[in-house]
């Protein structure tokens, strides 16, 4: 069962190099990698480039101007050719060298549709301080009207419900992922697995970690999200989600010894 890894990169330099070894590094080998790049001017090609003759047939890039990050997301959807699709943001790494062989192995029951997991965030500047743990445990579809998702990084969904669903919306600056999670499992109630697995390591400061500014912003593309797809909700139901954040802090004080921390 191959899986499509895909991992989209602008000026992205002092983190790929990371996040592409921790693909080389999984036991499971039936996978392809597909590096989307934003015409970078730094030396992120130069280090892809590097790890070609490592990787051989399964990596494939493409470095040329898009539209922002979810347009370079669908342009490696677009040309995976695994069955199951996930992605590898260019901030981040797998938390451990099985997470592809624990993906695989999920996806061996015909019944389930998408998989999920778990993620921690790391200070960029102290890799080894944990910041945050995001446990996906705790959701349920209907919690999504609440503004509440899975961790995206670590979600991965069978190819054919890309036709069936459609891809992320270019339109959206910072919530794409949320929208098109909203369509996948609150409208069309894909089955979905939860693993209680540490799938990814995060650096803080991505797009949807960046401060009030962002906060914001996520705030109006729920709602527009919730519009769109004929759901209503309002600020305050979205707002309730931060109580559940206020715990997360807590768990991550509580379990940060127990996870080891590889930059």
């Keep these: 069962m191959k899986i499509s ?39 992120t090609i130069d280090i892809v480039k590097e790890y070609e003759p490592i990787l051989g047939n399964k990596l494939k890039w493409i470095s040329e101007k898009d539209k922002g990050i979810y347009d370079a997301m669908n342009k490696g ?14 901030d981040d790494f797998f938390s451990s060298n099985n997470i592809l ?21 790391i200070n960029d ?45 270019t339109s959206y600056k910072i919530a794409a992922d949320f ?9 069309k109630r894909i089955n979905t697995l939860y693993i209680e697995k540490d799938f990814v390591t995060m650096r803080v400061g991505g797009a949807s970690t960046s401060g009030f500014a962002s906060r914001k912003l996520i705030m109006k593309e729920h709602i527009r999200a919730f519009k769109e797809n004929n759901i209503y909700t309002n600020p305050f139901l979205l707002s309730l989600r931060y109580f559940y954040k206020i715990y997360e802090v807590i768990y991550s004080k509580i379990i940060a010894f127990k996870i080891p921390t590889k930059v």
């Design 125 to 169: 500047k102290n890799p080894n301080k944990i910041v945050r743990y995001y446990s996906s445990k705790i959701f349920r579809p209907y919690l999504m009207k609440y503004g509440m998702m899975p961790a995206h990084p670590s979600f991965y969904i069978r190819k054919k419900y890309f036709h069936k669903i459609g891809l992320y919306k």
């Design 5 to 43: 890894i895909i991992t989209t990169t602008f000026n992205s330099e002092k983190t790929i190099r990371d996040t592409i070894e921790s693909i080389i590094n999984q036991t499971y080998t039936d996978y392809e990698y597909i590096i989307i790049d934003g015409a970078s001017d730094d030396h």
């Design 77 to 90: 959807i677009l040309l995976a050719t695994g069955e199951i699709i996930g992605i590898l943001n260019s």
């Design 179 to 187: 929208e098109f999670l909203l369509r996948a499992i609150y409208i």
């Design 101 to 121: 062989g624990t993906i695989s192995k999920s996806f061996q029951n015909e019944k389930i549709d998408a998989i999920y997991g778990d993620v921690h965030f």
